[in-house]
């Protein structure tokens, strides 16, 4: 974290000097942004935006207050990643359970009524991230981005209890509505019981839940079928002799059924999701009247011959298995490439599936961190409407593969187990669906998407300098030195959920003229008619405000000269003009761990890696093909006023 860059200031350097018109209570009648629900999307997109001055962002929400006691809690590592940009992983990481291991039960093949332990795996495989799988009460993580929107420097807070009426997009031509989608809102706290405000937006995103009232506005519906199954869950304080209680661990029986232990936060509490009855065709789980002692009972038989003695219930639910899913994420009708949108849908508002798999909360607040940094391009000019015409079509196909996963990992969670020997029947085979866990680890742990060429994902022409960084993925980090103060940092940790653009250059061997390659893209970078950092930040702007450049050396850190380094990689900011030292970076040889090796990257040509503002890959370049590098910038970009 880099503080006091226009003057020194004392107090925490997490609170952001306070910027804008200080928030009313009212809302106004004309925003930027409008955010429908404070869920874990709401919030995502609510902290990226908070941080611009110049964008007007209200997120309104019918509850009352701030969530209390959520119902999501796993939090996988790619979403770890996405939390540092937000700057609160730390406070994660101390208060979550950490999955470290997945353990395997099945039925005992001489005494089918008992269960064994089948297996145990490690519940991520080394080197897929800096960060572990945890498990983290979805309040809490409401709370840290709650924290991140208080200290932007908008100091953005939730609107609570308002409740949406009606919406309609005024979808003539651009020109003809600045704020073109009009939302009616009820408020229901006793103080304001029925008013109705009315609010003009340039864009609004519900994040509303399965149930969006936002989704229905747009006509948007979610489409699919459940399943015929009953799953009960519940966070439960207890006492039993199960051994792998401490560990995550899927539990199937012969006979009763199956279940999912998480174990939760602070050491003690632990989730249960527990295998109920069968549903009839067109049955809701409603109709079973479910109480959390048929769960108790239900899990006690499940894991005879251990014990489970319940002393205290947190919180319990009963769900029916189903997958839904919208044709589409925004408002502009399918096949329509002229029409701008401007109502999108995020989260549960867009795909619902069951929450075993951990998955809900992770792609809802990815479906915004897309979207957020797309909003903010547009509505500061940086970028053209047609690239928010990418948020429907990456997130879809995201969505799409989780709901194929889930639909099959559900399948296979409630199916019998079979015993050893037996190949008939629907059931399946304890030692397959524990392969099945191994290899679908990527995708659980978010690592696995990839978003395809487009307006902001290049082509693979290049993609042979650096096969550790594909097109499309997540930026994955590597250790690495800072030059300027020999300390070791995570290079991943520089993309921030700031809104700009990373170029990694990372140079070719000594030996190949490392430093001459850095030299001469940052005088490209610095001085070029064409250069995207010329064309698209504006003048009065720090140089890295749009494009941030960092350079990554295969030397040691003590082996290169600081002062011998391109003005660019050193660039006077703010106020006073002070220097910026940390651009530059070394390999880290002393522990071993090579960003060069660990990420296939050429040594004799080096390459320039494109980074998104969410972290992703746009594209992977030789050093020296600057035009394709103006060239894809101004695909999309907008040349600075």
Known sequence: ????????????????????????????????????????????????LAAFPDITTRIVEQKPGPLELGQADGIACRTMEMFEA????????????????????????????????????????????????????????????????????TRLEPDYARRLLDLEIDAGPASAASHPVTVRLERTDDAHAGVVETVRARYVVGCDGARSAVRRSIGRALHGEAANQ????????????????????????????????????????????????????????????????????????????????????????????????????????????????????????????????GQGMNVSM??????????????????????????????????????????????????????????????????????????????????????????????????????????GMRFHSAPVIRLADAKPVELGHAVKADGRWRLFAFAPAAREGGSEAIATLCRFLSTASDSPIQRYTPKTADIDSVIDVRAVFQEGHQALDLEAMPPLLLPQKGRYGLRDYEKIFCADLKSGRDVFEMRAIDRQRGCLVVVRPDQHVAHVLPLDELDALAAFFAGFMRDAG
């Not at 999955?99 to 490690?122: C, H, L, M, Y």
């Not at 602070?266 to 002692?293: H, P, Q």
């Not at 961190?369 to 909003?375: A, D, Q, S």
Request: net charge negative; aromatic share 10%; charged share 25%.
């Open 86 to 153: 937000f700057g609160f992983t730390d406070r994660v990481l101390k208060e979550a359970y950490w999955v470290n291991e997945t353990s395997f039960w099945k039925p005992d093949e001489t005494e089918r009524g008992r269960i064994v332990r089948a297996g145990r795996v490690q519940d991520t495989e080394d080197g897929l991230s800096e960060f572990p799988h945890v498990i983290l009460n979805q309040a809490r993580v409401h709370d840290f981005l709650l924290d991140v929107m208080r200290n932007a420097p």
């Open 1 to 48: 974290m880099q503080f006091h860059l226009n003057g020194f200031r004392t107090g925490s350097p997490e609170i952001a000097e306070a910027a804008g018109a200080p928030r009313s209570d009212a809302l106004p009648d004309e925003v930027d942004v409008l955010i429908v629900g404070c869920g874990p999307a709401g919030l995502t997109l609510a902290a990226q």
């Open 366 to 471: 990815r479906d915004s961190f897309n979207l957020g940094w797309k909003l903010a391009a547009v509505l500061r000019a940086q970028a053209g409407e047609h690239l928010l015409h990418t948020y429907s079509g990456e997130r879809h196909a995201v969505a799409q593969e989780l709901i194929d996963f889930d639909r099959e990992w559900a399948k296979m969670f409630s199916a019998p187990p079979k015993s050893s020997g037996e190949t008939s029947g629907d059931g399946v085979d304890p030692a397959e669906f524990q392969r099945y866990f191994v290899q679908k680890g990527r995708f659980t742990a978010g690592t696995a998407t990839q978003y395809q060429p487009s307006l902001i994902t290049g082509g693979r022409d290049w993609q042979a300098l650096a096969t550790g960084f594909p097109l």
């Open 230 to 357: 009953a799953w009960g869950v519940m966070d439960v304080l207890a006492v039993t002799d199960f051994p792998d209680v401490r560990l995550k661990a899927a539990v199937q029986s012969a006979n009763e059924g199956n279940l999912l232990i998480i174990p939760r936060e602070g050491g003690y509490l632990i989730r249960i999701y527990v295998e109920m009855d069968k549903l009839a065709e067109d049955e809701r789980v409603a109709s079973k009247n479910l109480t959390v002692e048929h769960l108790i009972a239900a899990a006690q038989r499940i894991l005879q011959p251990y014990t489970l003695e319940v002393k205290e219930v947190a919180w319990w639910s009963a769900y029916e298995i189903g997958q839904r899913l919208c044709d589409k994420f925004d408002d502009v009708p399918e096949g329509d490439t002229e029409r701008m949108p401007h109502v999108f849908i995020a989260g549960d508002a867009c795909h619902t599936h069951s929450p075993k798999a």
